[in-house]
Nanobody, 122 residues
Framework: QVQLVESGGGLVQPGGSLRLSCAAS????????MGWYRQAPGKQRELVAR????????NYADSVKGRFTISRDNAKNTVYLQMSSLKPEDTAKYYC???????????????WGQGTQVTVSS
């Protein structure tokens, strides 16, 4: 069993900053990549940022480039999303995703967290 536990969401004013964290735990053999997706009401879930655990390659949605930074701590199986210069349009529920191989079945699968709400409003 694999669990993803997110933290760090909340209410922030436009121009402010927040840091999201997501820790993967459980029966994990190896992690290929972790990332953050978001879904606003009435919209489809979209990729925000993703990082490859070996090598650290990253990719970002165009809308967050230069404002958000994704990083990881391999030893802690944790990914972070530092969000700066937040805008009202960043308001959404943010979901952590992990592309990993579990020890139980040794298969590579996607896992999702429960989501954490980020609201940018004055």
């Amino acid at each position: 069993q694999v669990q993803l536990v997110e933290s760090g969401g909340g209410l922030v004013q436009p121009g402010g900053s927040l840091r999201l964290s997501c820790a993967a735990s459980g029966s994990i053999f190896s992690i290929y990549a972790m990332g953050w997706y978001r879904q606003a009401p009435g919209k489809q879930r979209e990729l925000v940022a993703r990082i490859i655990f070996v090598g650290g390659n990253t990719n970002y949605a165009d809308s967050v480039k230069g404002r958000f930074t994704i990083s990881r701590d391999n030893a802690k199986n944790t990914v972070y999303l530092q969000m700066s210069s937040l805008k009202p349009e960043d308001t959404a529920k943010y979901y952590c995703n992990a592309d990993l191989r579990g020890r139980a079945l040794m298969t590579r699968d996607d896992y999702w967290g429960q989501g954490t709400q980020v609201t940018v409003s004055s």
